[in-house]
């Protein structure tokens, strides 16, 4: 009949490049989708090219109907994620899905059942999703905020989803937010007395990355992060490869004078990172860098004006967690960052996240700074029994 579903294990080239391209053709009438370059699409996911696979299994799904493809889903185990203590989220038998897309809700739930299928005989005994495909890339479904694009590294899914996935059975397990702030006309005058405050301490230097050394600072920013990060909820850390696979990856994104580093008595403890939002061009070019979008994406890069900014990452290492010198510092860069953001790249805008809902101190600083949660993104739960 041809209104059955089959669903299969992607195998060969052309499969492939079907998963990828499904992707295209279910959201091509979302104006707020941004399409993700095709070859960033084979480079994620390419064993050899992407260093998440060295510590991971995955396996690809196609569905068809009548021949045709209308969905697709990825299953995969980050075999470090089974080593994190379960309090935290991940742990033991905790497999993944993501990369999800569907024509319809009876697409979505054969997909699933698939990736679960698969995950059981992997061993595990339970899914979180959905991860697209680590925690450092894009975690979570988009609940809130379809009625705008996302900035880079965010996803973005049509409002059914939710509805559907949740009929499988999948409950909540966290909630990420990501924070919409309006950076031309400054932060309230409590915030500038604590950067001021936070200038007068001779203790603390906040200072530029330097591209001249830049594999020095992204060490330093790195070892933050793993430090300051390395209790929350969905923490997975970096491995050797992969810190040197996400320096190549981000310098391009790193412009002068809009990612810091804070130092006290001269010690790098915090950090903080803003990167220009490429997704106001990706969003017309269709998810092609060739023949001509790779010439206008090198020279925007080169002089960014204007340019709207997300504010994907920033630590404090764990021993000034919790104390004023953390917040302190935190409205220090982020002070320092909108300047330049503003007086340098016109930049009139600046999305902060994601940010998990019960981190109180980043919900805090959010809140103190008038920004307005634009998108909530939600990662479910559910027992392979």
């Known amino acids: ?156 899914h049509k409002a059914a989803y939710q509805g559907w996935i949740e009929a499988q059975d999948y409950t909540l397990a966290k909630r990420l937010f990501t924070y919409d702030l309006n950076v031309a006309n400054g932060f309230p005058p409590l915030i500038d007395r604590i950067v001021k405050s936070g200038e007068r301490n001779s203790k603390i230097t906040v200072r530029n990355v330097n591209r001249a050394r830049f594999d020095e600072d992204a060490e330093i920013a790195i070892s933050i992060l793993n430090d300051a990060w390395s209790k929350n909820w969905g923490f997975v850390p970096f491995t050797e490869t992969e810190k040197e696979y996400a320096k190549k990856k981000l310098k391009p994104l790193i412009l002068k004078g809009t990612n810091m580093i804070a130092e006290l008595d001269g010690e790098p403890v915090a950090f903080m990172l803003a990167w220009p939002d490429i997704n106001r061009l990706l969003i017309n070019m269709k998810g092609k860098l060739f023949p001509f979008n790779v010439l206008r994406l090198l020279w925007w890069l080169r002089n960014p004006v204007p340019a709207d900014f997300r504010v994907p990452l920033m630590g404090v290492v764990k021993k000034h967690q919790n104390t004023r010198l953390a917040s302190q510092l935190a409205f220090m860069m982020i002070e320092y960052i909108r300047r330049v953001a503003v007086g340098k790249y016109n930049a009139t805008r600046a999305e902060v996240g994601w940010v998990l809902e019960d981190n109180q101190g980043m919900v805090a600083i959010a809140d103190a700074i008038d920004s307005k949660c634009n998108r909530e993104y939600r990662i479910y739960e559910k027992p392979l029994v």
């Not at 998440?52 to 299994?57: L, V």
């Not at 009625?147 to 965010?154: C, E, G, I, Q």
């Open 1 to 156: 009949m041809t209104d059955q579903i089959s669903v299969t294990p992607v195998s060969g080239k052309a499969e492939f490049k079907a998963f990828i391209e499904c992707a295209y053709a279910l959201n091509a009438d979302d104006p707020n989708w941004v399409p993700p370059l095709r070859a960033d699409m084979v480079e994620l996911l390419t064993p050899g090219k992407n260093p998440f696979h060295e510590h991971a299994r995955m396996q690809l799904f196609l569905a068809r109907r009548g021949g045709k493809v209308v969905g697709r889903i990825s299953a995969h185990i980050d075999e470090l994620a089974l080593e994190q203590p379960p309090e935290q989220g991940m742990g033991p038998g905790t497999g993944n899905w993501g990369l999800m897309e569907a024509a319809d809700e009876a697409t979505m739930a054969a997909l699933i059942a698939a990736a679960e299928d698969w995950l059981r005989d992997q061993g595990m005994t339970r899914v979180l999703a959905p991860i697209s495909l680590s925690v450092w890339e894009e975690p979570g479904l988009l609940t809130m905020g379809q009625d705008h694009p996302p900035m880079l590294m965010m996803g973005h």
